[in-house]
C-alpha cells in the first residue's frame, strides 16, 4: 500500500477534534505517489466513522481543506447528520484550496491496509473531492459509476482513495445524462446492496440489518426502476462511459480469470405478462437491466421480507437467474486473496491496488474481431490475450490492423528470444504499450507469480521501448498483452 510518516497534528476545537496529519507514499501503477494524509480525530464521539483525506503532493502549498471539512463533518455529526460510504456532500459553490473546480465530496470504505500512523477502533471513512458535474452524477445516478470510472482513470483497483489536485474529470455531466439509459427512470440509492454478474447468475445481496430499508424501496418502486447498489468487492466492477460500444471492466491485477463482476446499477422493469414480453436480464452499460413479471418481483420482494435467499429463473437471454441472499457481515469475494506484501511489487496478485482497466479482454487470437481484420488463411493465431485500455473506436482510428499486429508479433518474439534459456520462476507476462503520435513506445511491465530476474527486466524494458512503433494517428492509445511464459 505505501508507507507513512507522522509530520504534526492541528488542533482544530480543544478536547473535541483535531486533525492528525501524515507525510507517505501511495504504491500506483505509475509509482510511488507522494502525498498528505489527513485523518481525524473526534467525530466518532458522535458516532461519525472518523474520516481520511488523501492528497497527492504538487510542490504547492499543503491544503487547508481538510480542517475546513473536518469542522463541517464534526458540526454536522454534533446535530446527528451522519454521513456514510456511498454518501455525498455538495457544495454551495465550487471551490477548495486544493482545486478551485471541485463541487464536493464521495464517501468511500478505506482500502485494507491504510498507511496511515493513526490507529483506529474503527475503519474510518476516505472522503474523496469530486469534480465538476462529477458530483451530480454521484447524486443522480450513484457512486459506484463514479468511482469505478476513477478507477479506471488512475489504474487502482477498484478506486482511488486519494486525490490529486489537477486531475481531468472523469466525466461530462450533460453528456453522461443524455447517453445513459438510466436518464428515464427514477432510482433508490443503496449503497448496502449488491449486485453481481457470476456467468449465468445475477446475485443481489444485502446485510440483514439493512433488509428493511431494501424492504420499503422495493415496496415504493414503481415499475420501471433502477437501484443504485455499493461497490461489491469482486475482483472486476462494469465501468461505462458515454460513446462506449460494449461491456468493459476494471480487474483487479490477477483476477482477469475471475468470474464474477460487480455491476454498478440494477435496472427492474415489471410486466403484466403480457405476450411477447419474456422475463429476461441484459446486460447494458456498467450494470443489469432485469424484466420481471408482477408475480416474479413478487416473489423477489417476500424473500427480501423474509430474509431468506431465493432463486428466481429466467427463460430468455443469456443470464439465466435472478438470486437474493442475506450477506454476511464477513462476506468476502472467494475470488480475492489476501492483501499482498510489499514484495509483491513487482508481482501481479489479486488486489494489487493498481487496478487494470479493460474495455475488451480477448484471446490473442481474436484481435481481428477488433480490428475487423483477421490472421490470413492458414496464419496461427497470436499467442496470448490483448486487453483494450483505450476504447476500440480509438484503436481503430489512430493505427491499422496490420500494423498493430505486426507490432504485437515483434514484442512477442523480444519476450520468447529473452526469456529462451533463462531460469525462472514466471508464468505470466502483463506488458502495457502506451502509444501515441511522434512519441517514442512507452511500456510498463508486471509479472505473476514473481517477477522475472532484475537485470533481465531491465533488458525487456529497454528492448520493447525500442520497438519501431506502428503509425499512430489523432490520439494516444493503450492496451496490455498478457503472454504465458514457459520456463
Sequence with gaps: MGSALPVGREILIPGELSVAIDEGGIRTAGGMLPALLYTTDGLARHGQREMVFAVARTGAPAPGFPFTMARTVHRFAAEGRLVDAGDVSVFGRPGLDADERVTGFVYADPPAALPSTVDLSRPPLIALPLLGGETAVVQRFGHARVLALL???????????????????????????????????????????????????????????????????????????????????????????????????????????????????????????????????????????????????????????????????????????????????????PEVEAEPGPDAVNALPPRLLNGVPAATTMAGGDLHELTRSGPAAGQEPARGRIVLVSSEEQLRRATTPAELSDFLDRARRVVDRLFAGVRHHTEELMVEFRLAPNRPVEVRIMARPEAPPRELLVVLERQLQALPPPTIRYTEITFQLHLPVHA
Design 151 to 333: 478507477g479506471a482513470q488512475e489504474r487502482y483497483y477498484p478506486h482511488p482513495w486519494w486525490f490529486r489536485p489537477g486531475r481531468a474529470p472523469v466525466l461530462d455531466d450533460a453528456e453522461f445524462r443524455a447517453a445513459t439509459m438510466l436518464s428515464r427512470a427514477p432510482a433508490y440509492n443503496l449503497p448496502f446492496l449488491h449486485v453481481v454478474h457470476d456467468g449465468d447468475r445475477l446475485e443481489l445481496s444485502a446485510p440483514a440489518e439493512e433488509l428493511p430499508a431494501l424492504r420499503e424501496a422495493m415496496r415504493e418502486a414503481p415499475d420501471v426502476c433502477a437501484y443504485l447498489p455499493g461497490l461489491a468487492g469482486t475482483p472486476k466492477t462494469y465501468v461505462w462511459a458515454p460513446g462506449q460500444n460494449g461491456p468493459a471492466a476494471i480487474v483487479a491485477p490477477g483476477g482477469e480469470r475471475a468470474s464474477r463482476l460487480a455491476c454498478n446499477f440494477l435496472l427492474i422493469v415489471r410486466s403484466g405478462g403480457s405476450a411477447g414480453q419474456q422475463p429476461t436480464a441484459r446486460q447494458v452499460e456498467d450494470g443489469f437491466a432485469v424484466l420481471l413479471t408482477g408475480a416474479m418481483h413478487a416473489r423477489l420482494l417476500q424473500a427480501v421480507e423474509a430474509g431468506r435467499p431465493v432463486e428466481i429463473g429466467l427463460p430468455g437471454g443469456a443470464v439465466r437467474a435472478l438470486a437474493f441472499r442475506v450477506a454476511d457481515a464477513k462476506d468476502g469475494d
